[in-house]
């Protein structure tokens, strides 16, 4: 291959893996930001989603709906939904009763939280690998020289989709009431209790946003990869907290800076490179960056509130 | 309501299970393997085969006159559960054997403990050599190894395949990387030097960057040493890139959970593994196949074989007439020709089989046959 078109598509690829720890990423720092702490069971999230992803293709071709984007459309929606309720019923059932309690206390339940969901979806749908069928084929392919790249529909569909629930999100946490709630408590809880916003429900709507956004990765992986099982979200969840972490927890467009830079970073140095080191280069620069930049790429500073 | 009827059929259980114990002398035997987790399909086979050949050998008289009951150990494919399974089973369920594990990375560690424990071990999976080339005395292999699988691979590659250019991609695993690394000493041996020698994360889904790189190395045939829950993305990975390239694997993908990992029989089409001759088609097996077909199962994979391995651990307690592991062990040394369903087996000095049967076998339809 030309190696102009080798860089192309391995700049594609990281793309395509960058967007989708970006978007689950967001559900790691928009929590951080309002609570202050670490949703482990954020990446089991994401895995049940995709197993919601399998079962709503599934009655939808059962109830004989299949033009594609209609079957796309209603599934994306309908998991979104129910996995916003899954994180609604955790932060109700496993946060919120420890929130005035140690920082720990809600990290070992975030901890628990994520073994109870690996079980249960280990005992109701088994261990095995599941998979769906591919639905969308083929890529457009771009030629470099005499080779070419190509990026592939479903490859498309990761990346628009993730920068269109980018850019939704923040519109509404910028532009909107909403928003601006959520903005205020998380700058101060007390102070925005005390001026009227019912920061509980705020701190609930956070926990479906965030687990709605990791939905859409969970659609969208599923769709491009095709299989997935009960321990799937595991590695993905580490590695988008990393990506959290590396833009700057708690700041929204850094958790999206933060999954495409890991994402560029694992393609280039697993291309360029070596794969068997390639987590050993993204975490060096996660390091890296905390040396010279504490609060993460886009991250502001911590400021003791007095 | 419900408890109260949960907990009066537990005491029916219990007390039936005394009854049972104080009427028939019991032996247990442990069953190791991935029974949960992603690699559970093959746990899945393991307890299949030791359980069926439980049964038909507790219905030919047991052991030395004592029924066989079988104690199952949840490994997860994970070395550090290996061991905590190996030390319960040894203390705690006191097992006289042990049918398994799977992962060599699971089997090598957990049979330090049996071997401290007495504890007699075949694994009807394991293929890494470290598994026997240690030479403890009680542990047994009812399959091939790695380095004769890889030089069935190799072999195939350079001289029926011909081909050139070879990419090895492992997953850092004992196993997988113990079988590429076999493969790679055959090609090299036959002077083919491969032109890309890589390891990937088990667990990622996404490798997509390694099949372009692995694209731009030109390479005709792509060998991965692993199993199906990698080599499934990656194959389609590999397809939805254009990459025509070849894939050969070892016998960690002989699982129709392959199929399933990959998203599609259109994906591993022409994919090709190395794995034992047929295990179901010996003769001496054919009523063993028969009853899991019965009873709606396909004896995959390695089935059959951990159905033998427990056949070798009755062989080897009655020949020794003692239920005591290590003296089953001396005997199994010392005699040969044991009557199993996949044909008389015989174990040189380390415990590995005399003759081992590699061939190569090609995936169509989603279903896989000798080649």
């Not at chain 1, 599923?222 to 979200?233: A, C, E």
């Not at chain 2, 559970?40 to 439980?54: C, D, E």
């Not at chain 2, 049996?114 to 598994?131: C, H, K, L, Q, R």
């Not at chain 2, 692993?226 to 939805?240: D, F, I, K, T």
Request: hydrophobic share 45%; with cysteine; proline share 3%.
């Amino acid at each position: 291959m030309d190696s102009l078109a080798i860089i192309l598509q391995q700049l594609v690829n990281g793309l395509t893996l960058g967007s989708v720890y970006g978007l689950i990423a967001i559900g790691y720092t928009m929590v951080y930001g309002i609570i202050g702490m670490i949703n482990f069971a954020h990446g089991d999230l994401y895995m049940v989603s995709a197993y919601l992803t399998a079962i709503f293709l599934a009655l939808l071709s059962f109830f004989g709906i299949d033009s594609l984007p209609v079957v796309l459309f209603l599934t994306l929606l309908g998991t979104m939904a129910i996995t916003g309720v899954y994180g609604w019923v955790i932060e109700r059932v496993a946060y919120r009763p420890l929130r005035n309690s140690t920082r720990l206390a809600p990290l070992i339940s975030a901890i628990g939280i994520s073994f109870v969901l690996q079980e249960y979806v280990r005992i109701n749908q088994g261990s095995n690998d599941q998979g769906i069928p591919a639905l969308l084929f083929g890529a457009v392919r771009v030629p470099v020289g005499n080779d070419f790249f190509q990026i592939t529909y479903s490859q498309i569909l990761i990346i628009v989709v993730s920068l269109l629930g980018m850019g939704l999100l923040t519109y509404v946490i910028q532009k909107t009431e909403l928003g601006r709630q959520c903005r205020a408590t998380q700058m101060d809880r007390k102070m925005s209790g005390i001026l009227g916003i019912h920061t509980d429900r705020i701190i609930s709507t956070v926990f479906v946003i965030g687990a709605a956004m990791g939905a859409v990765a969970g659609v969208l992986v599923t769709l491009n990869y095709g299989s997935f099982n009960f321990s799937s979200g595991f590695i993905i969840g580490i590695k988008a907290f990393t990506a959290a972490v590396l833009g700057g927890i708690g700041s929204l467009p850094g958790a999206m800076l933060g999954g495409i830079v890991l994402g560029m970073a694992e393609s280039l140095f697993s291309g360029l490179v070596n794969t068997d080191y390639k987590d050993v280069f993204a975490f060096g620069l996660l390091v890296t960056v905390m040396i010279f930049k504490p609060s993460g790429l886009l991250g502001k500073p911590a400021v003791e509130k007095v | 309501m419900h408890k109260s009827i949960k907990i009066s059929a537990l005491a029916v259980v219990t007390a039936g299970s005394l009854i049972a114990g104080s009427a028939m002398a019991e032996i247990k035997i442990g069953v190791a393997g991935p029974h949960t987790g992603p690699y559970a399909a093959f746990g899945m086979q393991l307890w299949k085969g030791a359980s069926q050949a439980a049964k038909d050998i507790n219905a030919a008289g047991g052991i030395n006159g004592e029924m066989i009951v079988l104690v199952k150990g949840d490994d997860r494919c994970e070395p550090k559960e290996a061991v905590s399974v190996a030390n319960r089973m040894a203390d705690q369920d006191g097992v006289a054997a042990v049918v398994g594990h799977f992962c060599s990375s699971s089997s090598i560690p957990a049979s330090v403990v049996y071997d401290e424990a007495g504890v007699f071990m075949i694994t009807p999976a394991s293929t890494n050599p470290t598994v026997t080339d240690r030479g403890l005395p009680g542990v047994f292999r009812a399959c091939g190894r790695d380095d004769q699988q890889g030089i069935v691979a190799g072999e195939y590659i350079v001289n029926t395949l011909k081909a050139k250019s070879v990419a090895i991609i492992h997953d850092k695993d004992t196993y997988g990387q113990g079988l590429a690394d076999a493969t790679k000493n055959t090609l090299n041996g036959l002077g083919v030097t491969e032109v890309l020698y890589e390891g990937l994360t088990r667990g990622e889904k996404d490798f997509n960057a390694l099949v372009t790189k692995i694209k731009s190395t030109k390479a005709e045939v792509v060998y991965f040493g692993g199993l199906h829950s990698e080599a499934g993305p990656l194959v389609r990975q590999m397809r939805e890139q254009g990459l025509t390239a070849l894939f050969i694997s070892g016998d960690g993908i002989v699982s129709q959970d392959f199929v399933t990992a990959a998203g599609g029989a259109s994906f591993v089409e022409g994919v090709l593994m190395t794995f034992g001759a047929d295990p179901t088609s010996y003769p001496a097996g054919a009523e063993a196949v028969a009853s899991f077909k019965a009873s709606g199962y396909e004896p995959e994979g390695y089935t059959m074989y951990s159905y033998t391995a427990m056949q070798v651990v009755a062989a080897a307690m009655n020949g020794a007439k003692s239920n005591d592991g290590m003296k089953a062990a001396a005997w199994l040394h010392a005699n040969g020709n044991i009557a199993t369903a996949m044909g008389s087996k015989s174990f040189d000095s380390k415990g590995d089989l005399t003759v081992s049967d590699y061939v190569m076998y090609e995936w169509k339809d989603g279903n896989y046959a000798e080649k």
